[in-house]
């Protein structure tokens, strides 16, 4: 196994990030979110369920701290050497009376970052309270400063070489819709379809191998599809039935999201007017998107085609998506919404996803894309329209 990039990019990346870090004034930065570990560092393992965190300093270079088990992981996906490699014991693994954290607040403490400032992430999925509390009261001394989505907004404007696999992992979502729709129909499970999507997902395209992608294939047939996120069943589909598919492909960790609506047989009127509507607004948001304007005036050109059908949706139009691992593709900073002041830049990647979700049925239509130098390109290809089996 080799690192996704080369050793130019992740330094590119640590300069950058070690540049915000400068800006809050942090000596060191604790990151725990498994997203933000590969993108600076090219970590990539399926180990985020216990305690890890990476240490980022000025002066040395990035510190993996986590389970023994799980070093190997260090030599095979980074460029990192043995001296950035700070593992814990295994006999503290899910055992009552320590935790892990205690060790690693330790490996951390070995820096001497005694009464300095140390930056964390707060609000990520798999860094705990108690692993927090736990850190935080073995370095007692230090001042602890907020330093969530630092990284997060590091990673918003992609570098080329980020582009290139943001393009192979749309390649891999268009590929994956178009099995999905190639093989749904009345009769056949849910569960039988979602197979068929995920060996999409993984054996990818041509030139590009797929991962495991950070969001979950999301089946929303007939009733279902009145709610944004239900999980897939055995139940089979049924003839006459609307169903939206939001999947996805996933390309060294970069993912890329893809909805489209299917109608099995006939389908009400109601159906078709509405997806008239969205198409036409995600045509006004791709035409509306380029560098230099907030992303609340791509949300209200959507508005704009809504309120000439008068539909409303309340909920954004669209996210920042790149790296990610489960349960959430999104970046967790740019979003298209109304009034949102973020400024977008040429090689952001964003997910427009325009969810209609009504009452008793509902439909999807969503593209993943680049800012360019003056407007965006649709990185995932596929028919923009109701696809009638």
Same mark, same amino acid.
Request: with cysteine; aromatic share 8%.
């Given at each position: ?212 992608? !950070?969001?979950?294939?999301? /089946?929303?047939? =007939?009733?279902? *599809?009145?709610?944004? +996120?239900?999980? &897939?069943? @055995? ?48 045509? !006004?948001?791709?035409?509306? /998107?380029?560098? =230099?304007?907030? *992303?609340?005036?791509? +949300?209200?050109? &959507?508005? @704009? ?56 049925? =509902? ?27």
């Amino acid at each position: 196994m080799n690192p996704a990039f080369e050793l130019p990019e992740y330094e590119r990346r640590l300069e950058k990030v070690r540049s915000a870090m400068s800006e809050k004034n942090l000596d060191a930065l604790v990151i725990g979110d498994p997203a933000n570990m590969n993108w600076l560092t090219g970590f990539d393992a399926w180990s985020f369920y216990v305690p890890q965190v990476m240490l980022v300093l000025h002066d040395h270079p990035p510190v993996w701290l986590g389970r023994q088990m799980d070093a190997g992981s260090v030599a095979l996906t980074t460029h990192l050497g043995a001296d950035s490699v700070r593992p814990y014991a295994e006999d503290l693994v899910q055992r009552d009376g320590v935790h892990p954290m205690e060790a690693i607040a330790k490996s951390i403490a070995s820096f001497h970052l005694e009464g300095k400032c140390i930056g964390f992430e707060s609000d990520t999925y798999f860094f705990s309270f108690k692993a927090v509390e736990r850190m935080q009261a073995k370095l007692s001394s230090s001042t602890w400063v907020d330093a969530d989505l630092l990284v997060n907004w590091c990673r918003a404007v992609k570098s080329d070489v980020e582009i290139e696999v943001m393009r192979s992992a749309a390649k891999i979502a268009s590929h994956v819709m178009t099995v999905a729709c190639e093989h749904i129909s009345p009769g056949m499970r849910q569960c039988d379809l979602v197979a068929k999507v995920l060996s999409a997902q993984v054996s990818g395209v041509p030139g590009a191998g797929g991962d495991t992608t !950070a969001l979950c294939p999301l /089946i929303l047939a =007939g009733e279902a *599809a009145a709610t944004a +996120h239900p999980m &897939w069943t @055995a139940a089979p589909f049924e003839a006459d039935q609307t169903v939206a598919l939001e999947l996805g492909g996933a390309c060294q960790r970069y993912n890329a999201g893809l909805a489209r609506t299917v109608q099995l047989g006939k389908g009400p009127q109601k159906v078709f007017d509405t997806a008239k509507a969205v198409t036409e607004g995600l045509e !006004a948001v791709l035409q509306t /998107i380029r560098p =230099g304007i907030f *992303a609340g005036d791509v +949300h209200r050109a &959507w508005q @704009a085609v809504l309120d000439r059908y008068g539909l409303n949706k309340e909920s954004r139009i669209g996210y920042s998506i790149g790296v990610g691992y489960s349960p959430d593709w999104g970046e967790h900073t740019v979003s298209l919404r109304a009034g949102e002041s973020t400024v977008l830049e040429k090689n952001m990647t964003l997910h427009v996803m325009l969810g209609m979700w009504m009452d008793g049925w =509902g439909i999807e239509f969503s593209e993943t894309v680049a800012v360019t130098d003056s407007g965006c390109e649709s990185l995932t290809q596929f028919a923009r329209e109701v696809i009638s089996v």
